[in-house]
Every structure is written in C-alpha cells, then in structure tokens.
C-alpha cells in the first residue's frame, strides 16, 4: 500500500510539471498514454452485459457507449479532479448511462406494443405493465432520466454547484445492473 501512495503522489506531481511544462512551452497537445486493460472490449459488453438485445446495430453501437462508461470510471475512481470539473464529469456519466438504458427500454418497448416512436417515460409504464420491471426501479429511471435532460443547460433555471456526486453516480451505475438483470430475466422467460 504505501508502494502504490507514493506511486501515486509521484504521478500526481509529474503530471502537474508537465502541464506547466506545456502552458509554459504553448504546448496545446500531447499524447499521454491511457493504461491498457481498463477499457472492456465491446464484444464482452455485447455478449455478457447486453446479449439479451435482438437489434445487432443496436446492441453494436451500446456497446461503444458501455466502453465509455469503463473511461468515467476509471477517471472519477483515479483522479481528484477540482473546482466543478468533478461535478460536471459525473453529470455527464449520469447522461451516458441514461441515453444507454433509454436506447434499451424504448426498443425493447417498442417492440412490446409494437410501435417505432415512444418516449421515455411511456416506455418505463411498458415495462412495469409486462412485469419486466417494478416501480422502484420505475422512479429509480425516471430519476436518471431527470438528471439526463439537464443536458439541455439553457432550460435550467438554477445553478449546477453542489449537485452532482460520486453517490449520484454510483447509484446510476446500480440501476444500470439491476435493469439489466431485469431484462435477461424477462429474455430467458421469452418477454422479450
């Protein structure tokens, strides 16, 4: 433990004389070498996280977006980011993993009732409806989904200092799973 303090320390400190080496210098960009093996391969992602999903373009392109999530993880998990960047990386966390389950539950909704458009909200209602989810986990998407639509900053009417933490994060990533092992239960019984 005390090896991998000072390892961090020593990163830490590196890291920051290379920035004023590089504002020093006008340097805009370098290519600092992201570590191998924390980003999942897409294939895991398609075959263990969301084999459930019969669209192949779908289940293709979510499992891209699920790489992403394995990069905030990483940087939330490994970087004492300061000011509001914290805040507003973990937003945008919040939003990936929303877009991620609203491509999920609007297909898989769609196909339900059979329809090509539907939003969000009437999706989740599907869902419960077909006893694929409950109403917990319901409220518990619909609370992602809020935060999701704060992307549009323009409509927001109140400050976005303080809102966002580590917690918020942690317990999209707990909605994700438990969605996701709702949707493989519903697969395996032939809801979906």
């Not at 370098?30 to 192949?56: E, H, T």
């Not at 994060?169 to 019984?189: C, G, M």
């Amino acid at each position: 433990m005390d090896e991998i303090q000072k390892l961090v320390i020593e990163i830490g400190e590196k890291l920051q004389k290379l920035e004023e080496l590089l504002q020093e210098n006008e340097i805009e960009s370098v290519n600092i070498r992201f570590p191998r093996g924390v980003i999942r391969k897409a294939v895991y992602f398609r075959q263990s996280r969301i084999w459930f999903l019969r669209d192949s373009i779908l289940k293709r392109n979510l499992s891209y977006h699920l790489q992403l999530t394995d990069v905030y993880r990483w940087i939330l998990n490994r970087f004492d980011i300061g000011l509001t960047g914290r805040e507003m990386l973990i937003k945008e966390g919040l939003s990936l993993f929303a877009n991620i389950i609203a491509a999920i539950i609007i297909s898989i909704s769609g196909k339900i009732i059979n329809v090509e458009k539907i939003g969000f909200q009437r999706a989740t209602t599907v869902l419960v409806k077909n006893n694929i989810i409950d109403s917990k986990l319901k409220k518990d998407l619909l609370w992602l989904w809020g935060i999701r639509c704060k992307e549009h900053v323009e409509s927001i009417k109140d400050w976005e200092l303080q809102k966002y933490s580590l917690n918020d994060y942690n317990r999209a990533v707990e909605i994700w799973h438990t969605l996701i092992e709702n949707l493989k239960k519903a697969r395996r019984e032939g809801k979906i």
